[in-house]
């Protein structure tokens, strides 16, 4: 029997910002991302007893390691507090989350702050392109490479040709949803990158050739981000609940998680899973174990799907990955409108990466904060309605490390 | 009541070596921290359920990101097993051996492998000494600073020198035990420096100015290394000790443990520290945390430290933290042979960081890999005759994060 961790809710920088042109840098993104969580939960900054950072390179993107060291830098009254930074490329928000929850589970902590965490708009789009790829086996895969990622990712929609067919309009169409969900976001990279009414996919510079297939529109874009979030005993979370006349059940918790690595070449993954009903099946294996843990019998037992649709390529592996059809029939999802906002099962309400942004390490922490948005009717105009539980999925390198949960009440 | 973790043992590659020399990259050196693990513990790949990664800075090191992803990449039956990695500077192979210890206790997995690990001979020492100073404030604390570490830890004796008064040859003489304690290490980086049968440090390159009070003797080396250790619940260390007709009672455990993090700037450390009696309180309070964890009233209860000895007035620093001496007398351990090899409580057997070498992400494992040997009687030449408990001291930073533990039996 795994003690209960609660969401206890966060904060998200407006992914549109670019930091470097305020004259900002990650340590004021990681003091509003501090204090923007402890006014949202309002919470005190003494009662935070650990916090975990989620970075992928803050090492490459602004020449500085050991983040957890900031924390009491900003607030004395985090000095002594336990603080580490946990990395696996884009997953690294994915991964602070499960390290805060499992010293929660283990009762070392009753209240943790995650916080999701990259400034990326501090070096050319080559060089930064170039840094992505060490999320890859740089050497074999990206070294000397312009922009590793797109192509990566475009072999994985090769691959979905290949065993199954595969149309561009699909993955238009997932383009589509996700920077129209964006609009209705405040906080998203995208939600006013369309002045006119429509939004023009088709022509102009987001129809351009990207890399293989992708055009880049089918591309989430980097950008500066942080996504905070209160993870929280039972302990705590009743007495929290207590102080503001909330019931216990009221407030959500991680239902169920599941954390799979496969091996790091693109290649290798493809190979390896050639026998496979699922093109990555290994991610398949993290959300059936997340399902699994939150004891739900299938996808359809969440009202929504925060996914990593780092390209579109990714987001319609998703759709089949997350069983909402079967193995190579996502087409058929999107066709139906399934994952349209006001579909059966919107995915990505939010707009996702590619409509809301991608600040790698922040990424898999706002997708909690997201769901925990939706689930406790915070959404705004993004809401889903009667949203009781919803899935994540993060993922970091070409489907290398995936983190998924399902947070709900 | 927390869920006892067990120690199964685990491996050290050579500190001596440098791999870029001998056409190899850290992805070797994973294999070679995973390979001899299991010899050593003879465990099969197979039963191992998770590997948490310490690393400080791959990223800059060695152009490699998300070093989890390589598990299953130099091992198929590794594919689909959870990874990730953990980051607090000079601290993460400490964190990395919470963050295992952790998801233990939380009963998510029975066997985790732990490697901490670090290629830096790959770049000239200025830039190394360069992309060290991520691990302070870079911005303020490093940025045009030649080799900004040995500066920061010299002002840590010149605090004990304002506060105390502090003695050269008392630095000279905790150098000078390191690098003979080394001799006897057939791992250690510098057992083989001294081709003569004197330890030479008072003149000659070791007696060189390094930084402020600093000699180069004063300084822990980086090298190229990992570190590799199998943590595990008490169901599986039952049945691993039954079938080596073991009894469980005679496999060590991680006794104790502390985790602090001070503010990240050595000025703001200090300034803060001002009304404490030990210099560092935050590193303080993480061995009395690991202490009062463990159950052990006092110091005098272990046989043996492995402490951080990146300069030697951080060992310097240690002797009064971990309450060998009132704050200040540090000194007087010194002189009374307390730390000698042979005396009281013998601090870095091993050679420490000094003597040993100091791939940085892999010294907290490191660390503990000595504890586990020295408990279990497998320190060959510098074994600590009866030792039962060992207490170990990880620090990242200029004191930033502190990560001690108690192992023992």
């Not at 500085?64 to 603080?83: C, E, R, V, W, Y």
């Not at 490329?89 to 070392?108: D, F, K, N, Q, T």
């Not at 990326?120 to 000397?144: C, I, N, R, S």
């Not at 037992?301 to 390209?311: A, L, P, Y």
Request: one cysteine or more; hydrophobic letters at 40%.
């Amino acid at each position: 029997m795994t003690a209960p961790v609660y969401l206890l809710g966060g904060y998200q920088t407006d992914f549109a910002r670019n930091w470097m042109k305020e004259g900002k840098g990650i340590v004021e993104m990681i003091q509003e991302a501090v204090s923007g969580a402890l006014t949202a939960a309002r919470l005190e900054a003494r009662e935070i007893e650990v916090a975990h950072i989620g970075n992928f390179a803050a090492e490459l993107y602004c020449k500085q390691g050991h983040l957890g060291g900031f924390l009491a830098q900003i607030d004395p009254s985090f000095s002594g507090m336990p603080t580490s930074r946990h990395e696996a490329a884009c997953a690294s928000g994915g991964v602070a989350m499960l390290m805060a929850s499992a010293e929660i589970e283990a009762g070392r902590y009753d209240l943790a702050l995650v916080i999701g965490i990259e400034q990326m708009k501090t070096v050319d789009p080559a060089v930064g392109g170039d840094f992505l790829g060490t999320a890859a086996w740089y050497e074999q895969e990206a070294k000397g490479i312009e922009f590793p990622f797109p192509k990566l990712f475009s072999r994985l929609g090769d691959e979905y040709e290949k065993r199954f067919g595969l149309k561009e309009e699909h993955l238009a169409r997932i383009a589509e949803i996700n920077f129209s969900n964006a609009r209705r976001n405040p906080l998203a990279q995208t939600r006013s990158w369309f002045t006119n009414e429509t939004l023009d996919l088709a022509s102009g510079k987001y129809a351009k050739p990207a890399a293989g297939r992708l055009r880049v529109r089918d591309c989430s874009q980097i950008t500066d981000g942080a996504a905070s979030i209160f993870l929280a005993s039972e302990n705590f979370t009743r007495q929290y609940a207590d102080r503001r006349s909330l019931k216990l059940e009221q407030l959500p918790r991680i239902l169920g998680w599941g954390h799979r690595t496969a091996p790091m070449k693109f290649d290798t993954k493809i190979f390896e899973s050639g026998n496979s009903p699922c093109v990555l099946p290994h991610t398949r294996q993290a959300i059936v174990d997340a399902f699994r843990r939150a004891g739900l019998a299938d996808v359809w037992r969440v009202q929504g799907i925060e996914t990593h649709d780092c390209f579109t390529t990714s987001e319609y592996m998703a759709i089949d990955h997350f069983g909402i059809t079967k193995p190579g029939e996502s087409w058929k999802a999107i066709e139906e409108g399934i994952i349209d906002f006001d579909g059966r099962l919107p995915v990505n309400a939010s707009g996702g990466l590619i409509g809301g942004g991608h600040p790698v390490g922040a990424t898999g922490t706002r997708q909690a904060l997201d769901a925990f948005k939706q689930v406790t009717g915070q959404a705004g105009d993004y809401q889903i309605d009667g949203a009781q539980k919803i899935a994540t999925l993060n993922i970091g390198g070409s489907g290398t490390t995936t983190v998924a949960m399902v947070i709900g009440i």
